[in-house]
């Protein structure tokens, strides 16, 4: 079983970074792609940034294109999300999810792609 654990998120205020961290524990990742997503409150969860399973294909949603930076170590089973310039509308908790069914895929931006999820780690961003 696939256990995914986020960490690095917190209370920061506009216009600041932080640099969350997911580690992954019972298989080794580096065949898989994964993302990351978020909720804010009253919403849906969201497609935040996606990377393939060697790391060469990246995708973004619009509003963090040119803030966020997705990468991965697979030495270390983890993979980073980078955000630089917070703005308010950032404020969500953030989960990071595996896409276990395909080896060696591209990064998806559906929900339903990612077959296991962490627990998720808060990020307010205040002004």
């Known amino acids: 079983q696939v256990r995914l654990v986020e960490s690095g998120g917190g209370l920061v205020q506009a216009g600041g970074s932080l640099r969350l961290s997911c580690t992954a524990s019972g298989r080794t990742v580096s065949g898989y792609a994964l993302g990351w997503f978020r909720q804010a409150p009253g919403k849906e969860r969201a497609f935040v940034a996606g990377i393939s399973w060697s790391g060469d294909i990246t995708d973004y949603r619009e509003s963090v294109k040119g803030r966020f930076t997705i990468s991965r170590d697979n030495a270390k089973n983890t993979v980073y999300l980078q955000m630089n310039s917070l703005k308010r509308e950032d404020t969500a908790v953030y989960y990071c999810?595996?896409?276990?069914?395909?080896?060696?895929?591209?990064?998806?931006?559906?929900?339903?792609?990612?077959?296991?999820w962490g627990q998720g780690t808060q990020v307010t961003v205040s002004s």
């Open positions: 999810g595996l896409k276990g069914g395909s080896y060696y895929d591209t990064p998806g931006r559906a929900l339903e792609e990612y077959d296991y």
